[in-house]
């Protein structure tokens, strides 16, 4: 059976706020520890019944960064959810949800870009 390792490596400030995040993982193609600024981790409990998550970003991650890196999350579980379970139906409405979000989002890079 193949195994493989996912790490996470979390420097912290001194109020336990992510000043930066690193990762690796066995089948990561580039060597070592690889920068991030944030990370979504859910893990189903099926003996609870619920998730469990671990969302961290670094203070210096852009606000409008940290929405856009959400929606692609958001929008990924649409793929997940065909994968699994072939529903696509349910998958169209988080894309749909994602596309209006994404709009919003451009909007506001836009607004910023103007105020430049």
């Not at 070592?32 to 671990?54: C, E, F, P």
């Not at 969302?55 to 990924?76: A, H, I, Q, Y």
């Amino acid at each position: 059976m193949k195994k493989s390792d996912i790490n996470f490596s979390v420097e912290l400030d001194d109020q336990n706020i992510p000043e930066k995040i690193f990762w690796n993982a066995t089948d990561n193609p580039n060597e070592g520890l690889s920068d991030a600024k944030a990370v979504v981790v859910s893990i189903w409990d099926h003996y609870n019944q619920g998730t469990l998550r671990l969302n961290l970003w670094t203070k210096d991650m852009p606000v409008t960064d940290m929405k856009r890196f959400c929606v692609e999350v958001l929008g990924s579980l649409a793929d997940t959810i065909v994968t699994a379970t072939g529903d696509q139906k349910m998958a169209d409405e988080i894309d749909n949800v994602c596309r209006s979000l994404s709009k919003k989002i451009e909007q506001e890079y836009r607004e910023q870009a103007e105020q430049s």
